[in-house]
């Protein structure tokens, strides 16, 4: 099989955010159609380099890298761990990433996904990231995906956190408790924005 720079991008995509789903990779490796999209990725899969799984009953498949597949792009060989109870919460982070680069029309790389940001931190005591990061008209925004409520004292200082760091942090959720909780917290913290859930899956 011949690798292209798309592919290049498909598995190095793959491997910043995890896992992606086969939608996902269609628009940031910038395919035409979903067909084409499958077909590429069931071209990479019988070669070995990406592997095709379900992890979820109703779920689509999650693709993600194989050994193989780290070993050509230069990445980490260790085998990203894939937690059943936060499937959701990063596919939406990436149905995110896409929302942003097309309201703001940003590149791909102008993105630094939370893995990024923990490597750039080191191996010492791992400290909260967002979900992702970017900077627009020299702006620097935290994104958080937050789909249910964590303690009150938690996600304050989660809060606070972003608001020493970021210009701006945008908090998407569909969830009442935390967006009201966000709210409150707007009184105390001026970089906030909120976002729901549903408005990014629209337009995303």
């Not at 067909?35 to 592997?51: K, M, Q």
């Not at 703001?104 to 791992?126: A, W």
């Amino acid at each position: 099989m011949e690798i292209t720079e798309r592919d290049y991008l498909i598995l190095r995509t793959a491997y910043r955010f995890k896992f992606c789903l086969g939608r996902h990779l269609k628009v940031l490796a910038d395919f035409t159609g979903q067909r084409a999209t499958d077909r590429r990725l069931r071209a990479l899969t019988e070669s070995g380099y990406i592997a095709r799984r379900k992890y979820l009953y109703g779920l689509p498949y999650l693709y993600t890298l194989t050994h193989k597949g780290r070993t050509l792009i230069g990445a980490n060989k260790r085998e990203d761990k894939i937690r059943v109870d936060r499937i959701a919460h990063d596919i939406y982070v990436v149905d995110a990433v896409i929302f942003f680069i097309k309201k703001y029309h940003l590149c791909l790389q102008d993105i630094s996904t939370e893995k990024e940001l923990n490597i750039k931190n080191g191996f010492g005591t791992r400290k909260h990231q967002p979900d992702f990061v970017f900077s627009h008209d020299s702006t620097r925004y935290a994104v958080e995906v937050e789909l249910n409520p964590k303690a009150k004292e938690r996600q304050e200082k989660n809060v606070k956190d972003n608001y020493l760091a970021y210009d701006t942090q945008i908090w998407v959720t569909d969830d009442k408790a935390v967006f009201e909780r966000i709210q409150r917290f707007m009184n105390v913290y001026g970089n906030i924005k909120l976002i729901d859930l549903k408005e990014v899956l629209k337009h995303g």
